[in-house]
């Protein structure tokens, strides 16, 4: 592949990215979950 | 066996009721989750392996697939940002407001990203990161237009009133947006700068559909964050308000305490009053 | 509304004159701005001729934010903010009369910033009317947005490096457009230089319509 290493380093870059943030919103989504009473999260 | 935890004054643990699950997930994000995964699956395959190479770019092309969808992605959370702090300002439910920080926060990281890959894509095409074009040019002040209303939600002050500044803020800046694209395309068209071309519709088929998929991927995937990220807002702000409860029950129990001057009443609330205000000391 | 704007207009004009923070503090620091620049560029070169148009406009855009912290510091002293809402003067007319105050200032600077590049950087004030048509469009954009932002960031702990995170990334068609003018007008092809006026103007409509409508209920709720 032409220019491989640049296509690699995009799609890592994205990936990493947008696979941190979405870890981290899930993680403290359940860390603040535990603290909330049911009825106060009504998507569950 | 379960008592019904009194809600927001206890601490952690018991709080979560019987049984609940406690995450921010629900049966709707579940489906949107794995949609969004299998379109991820299915673009890398189609980004990488069958959409062809291009005759100029070679294999950096595959990195259009990311950059535009990226792109329209992170306009679009602008413009949700400003909506909802518009609708916020105007019905006052806090619904709204939650809704414009998270799109905001989720539009940091796509505009980071779309200049992230702009760069990458850059380097081995003209040989230079970054080049005054119009996309990117008008990306990078999209940025700081994002990190300016961020910066204000995370001011010192009362959150009602650094939310209210920051939707104003939201909403000066997205009737900048247009001005700054029209003003930046202009300026550019004078220097004859090499654009990242627009993928014109009579390119290959194939490169064509990968690019359209991936645009749609990507609307899903900022979709599911935005679920999310609404939600840990809104888990957020139950906790502050129930925080603040808690604190002002406190505060009232020393109160209490200061003023009972004759010798402990054998009283249970007097008892427990002087329980908190001891832990809290 | 224009009778409360131009009683706001005053009481800051007159706060100026007395103070003379203007003339006596930021008209100094623009000149300092165009030293600056002659000292990170090569004087030697015609650079900062050729360059003149945006350093012109850069130092403008530093100075408007000294202005703008002014123009609302003496608003948060002594409850300012307070009974400048109990006054019962329209916000649109506030918000016009700390506008144009803060215009009439920029205008001041751009003169003196004027005279600092024909001195210092040599250049030749070619074409004054698309230079002058420039300036009044420009400023209003500037001042337009800039009290927008400064009431936004007025009364915060981070006011200071708040403005300009705000300010400088939205008003950056301004910097844009004045400079293409500026260089139009200084090239002598002046034709070039009336499409980038229109599009000053038409930033300055937007922000002074938003600025007019938005001001009440932005003084309201803070």
Redesign the interface.
């Known amino acids: 592949m032409s220019h491989g290493g640049y296509v690699l380093a995009g799609y890592a870059a994205s990936a990493v990215a947008i696979g941190a943030y979405a870890l981290r919103v899930l993680g403290r989504g359940r860390a603040l979950s535990r603290r909330v009473p049911p009825k106060d999260r009504r998507w569950t | 066996m379960t008592s019904p935890?009194p809600?927001?004054t206890e601490?952690?643990?018991t709080?979560?009721?019987a049984g609940?699950?406690?995450?921010?997930?629900?049966q709707?994000t579940r489906v949107l989750g794995s949609v969004t995964a299998a379109g991820l699956v299915m673009l890398?395959l189609f980004a990488?392996v069958f959409s062809p190479?291009e005759a100029d770019q070679?294999?950096?092309v595959?990195?259009m697939y990311?950059?535009v969808p990226?792109a329209v992605v992170a306009f679009l959370a602008f413009f949700v940002t400003a909506a909802g702090s518009a609708l916020w300002?105007w019905k006052k439910s806090r619904w709204w407001d939650l809704v414009a920080a998270s799109s905001a926060e989720?539009g940091v990281?796509f505009t980071?990203?779309t200049l992230?890959?702009g760069m990458?894509?850059g380097?081995?095409i003209w040989g230079v990161y970054w080049t005054w074009d119009a996309r990117l040019t008008s990306t990078a002040?999209l940025l700081?237009?994002f990190?300016?209303y961020l910066?204000?939600r995370r001011?010192?002050?009362e959150p009602?009133?650094?939310n209210?500044?920051a939707a104003?803020?939201g909403?000066?800046?997205v009737?900048?947006v247009p001005?700054?694209h029209?003003?930046?395309n202009?300026?550019n068209s004078?220097h004859q700068e090499p654009t990242i071309t627009r993928l014109d519709p009579s390119i290959d088929g194939l490169m064509l559909f990968t690019l359209m998929l991936g645009i749609v991927v990507f609307l899903l995937?900022y979709l599911w964050?935005l679920v999310?990220?609404f939600?840990?807002a809104?888990?957020?702000e139950?906790?502050a308000s129930?925080d603040l409860a808690a604190a002002l029950v406190e505060r009232r129990a020393e109160a209490d305490e200061a003023t009972i001057s004759a010798p402990p009443a054998p009283s249970s609330a007097a008892k427990a009053s002087g329980t908190i205000a001891e832990a809290s000391r | 509304m224009f009778r409360d704007a131009w009683l706001v207009a005053g009481k800051d004009l007159r706060l100026e004159a007395r103070s003379r923070v203007t003339t006596n503090q930021v008209a100094p620091f623009a000149v300092t701005v165009l030293i600056l620049f002659a000292f990170a560029l090569d004087p030697d070169s015609d650079v900062l001729e050729r360059a003149t148009a945006g350093l012109f406009w850069v130092a403008v855009l530093l100075s408007s934010l000294l202005a703008l912290q002014r123009a609302f510091t003496v608003e948060s002293v002594d409850g300012n903010r307070d009974a400048l809402r109990l006054s019962g003067l329209e916000p649109a007319g506030i918000f016009l009369g700390k506008a144009c105050a803060v215009a009439a200032q920029l205008i001041v600077l751009e003169v003196v910033l004027g005279i600092g590049v024909v001195v210092l950087y040599d250049a030749t004030l070619a074409g004054p009317l698309l230079l002058g048509a420039t300036c009044l469009a420009a400023t209003a954009g500037l001042a337009a947005a800039g009290t927008l932002y400064g009431v936004l960031a007025a009364g915060l702990r981070v006011r200071d490096t708040l403005l300009p995170l705000l300010l400088f990334p939205v008003v950056a068609p301004v910097l844009i457009g004045g400079t293409r003018a500026f260089e139009a007008a200084l090239g002598d092809v002046p034709g070039e230089g009336w499409p980038w006026v229109g599009l000053l103007c038409v930033f300055a409509a937007v922000y002074t319509a938003f600025g007019v409508l938005a001001f009440g209920p932005i003084l309201e709720e803070s």
Request: net charge positive; proline share 5%.
């Open positions: 935890a809600s927001g601490p952690s643990g709080a979560a009721g609940a699950p406690a995450h921010t997930g629900s709707g890398s990488l190479a070679g294999d950096a595959r990195l990311i950059h990226t300002l989720i990281i980071a990203l992230v890959t990458v894509w380097r081995p002040l700081l237009l990190l300016g910066a204000i001011v010192p002050a009602d009133v650094r209210r500044r104003f803020a909403l000066i800046a009737v900048d001005i700054v029209y003003s930046v202009w300026w004078l995937l964050l999310h990220r939600r840990l809104w888990l957020e139950q906790l129930s």
